[in-house]
C-alpha cells in the first residue's frame, strides 16, 4: 500500500504535507515549525518513504559529514522531529530500524482508542514508565468499567423485582 504522494516539490505522506520550495511543513493543515536541519532530514525521509535510511546516509546528505566521523546529529534530530509530530497527533511515525537507522511510517489505522493510548505511552515515557504499565492499568480499568456495568445491570433487575 502507498500511502504517499510526490511531485517535484511537495509530498504529502499520511497527513504530513512538505513543501521543498515554501521550506513548510503540515499536519492536516496545520503548520509543524521546524528548524532548517529538520525540513531537511524530515524531507529527506518522506522522500524515500519506505526505504530504511541509515544514519550516515543522513549525515552525509545532510551535514555533508564523512561516514567516519561518529556523530550524534541525526539521532538528536530525529528526536526533535518525533516530538514534533507527536505535538500535531500525526500518523506519521519516524521508527528507528535498530542497529541501522530510521524508516518512516504511516499508521492509518490509528483511531482514537489508539490516538489516547500513545498519547498516554508518549506521557508515561516522559515519567520513566513503559508501555507493559500503561497496558496493565488500561486492563484493570476495563475490568473497573465491567464491575460498574455488571453493578448496573444487577440494580435494574433488583429493581424491576419490586
Wanted: aromatic share 12%.
Amino acid at each position: 500500500m502507498n500511502n504517499e504522494f510526490r511531485n517535484d516539490d511537495v509530498i504529502n505522506c499520511g497527513d504530513i504535507s512538505i513543501s521543498m520550495s515554501s521550506m513548510q511543513a503540515y499536519c492536516d493543515k496545520v503548520e509543524i515549525t521546524l528548524t532548517r536541519n529538520e525540513f531537511k532530514v524530515f524531507f529527506y525521509l518522506l522522500k524515500n518513504y519506505g526505504k530504511a535510511i541509515t544514519r550516515e546516509e543522513l549525515l552525509n546528505n545532510i551535514w555533508g559529514y564523512d561516514t567516519a566521523i561518529e556523530s550524534r546529529a541525526a539521532d538528536d534530530t530525529v528526536k526533535r522531529l518525533r516530538r514534533k509530530l507527536n505535538a500535531v497527533n500525526s500518523i506519521v511515525f519516524i521508527d528507528t530500524v535498530w542497529g541501522y537507522g530510521f524508516r518512516i511510517r504511516v499508521d492509518k489505522n490509528l483511531g482514537q482508542d489508539d490516538e489516547l493510548k500513545h498519547e498516554l505511552f508518549i506521557e508515561f515515557s516522559k515519567l520513566g514508565g513503559n508501555y507493559k504499565k500503561i497496558e496493565q492499568a488500561e486492563s484493570l480499568k476495563n475490568k473497573i468499567d465491567k464491575y460498574h456495568h455488571d453493578i448496573g445491570t444487577i440494580d435494574h433487575q433488583l429493581l424491576d423485582l419490586y
